[in-house]
């Protein structure tokens, strides 16, 4: 099991930007997938973005590519999501996830595909 502790959230204008952080502990961190996903009011859970145990492969929704950027620091047991041109659209509550496979050679974008998830951190865009 992999705990997962994010931050980074706040209210934000439009066009501003964030960077959230999770923290990672337990299990191989660096052998695992790392993903975000977001929840909205009223709207299923999405995913974000993804970066390979390795870092070597990365994927995002295409809501978000161009303006958000996923990465990894293994030694540190650390994800990061830089947000930029932050939209109104964008406010949710922003979940890191740790894939449920070891050593994965794809990206999961699925839900499912995540065994541990972190609390959450509220991320709001006024316009």
């Known amino acids: 099991q992999v705990q997962l502790v994010e931050s980074g959230g706040g209210l934000v204008q439009a066009g501003g930007s964030l960077r959230l952080s999770c923290a990672a502990s337990?299990?191989?961190?660096?052998?695992?997938?790392m993903g975000w996903f977001r929840q909205a009011p009223g709207k299923d859970r999405e995913f974000v973005a993804g970066?390979?145990?390795?870092?070597?492969?990365?994927s995002y929704a295409d809501s978000v590519k161009g303006r958000f950027t996923i990465s990894r620091d293994n030694a540190r047991n650390t994800v990061a999501l830089q947000i930029n041109s932050l939209k109104p659209e964008d406010t949710a509550i922003y979940y890191c996830?740790?894939?449920?496979?070891?050593?994965?050679?794809?990206?999961?974008?699925?839900?499912?595909?995540?065994?541990?998830w972190g609390q959450g951190t509220q991320v709001t865009v006024s316009s």
């Open positions: 996830a740790a894939d449920l496979a070891f050593r994965r050679p794809v990206v999961p974008v699925l839900s499912v595909q995540y065994a541990d």
């Open positions: 337990g299990r191989s961190f660096g052998n695992s997938a």
């Open positions: 970066i390979s145990w390795s870092g070597t492969r990365i």
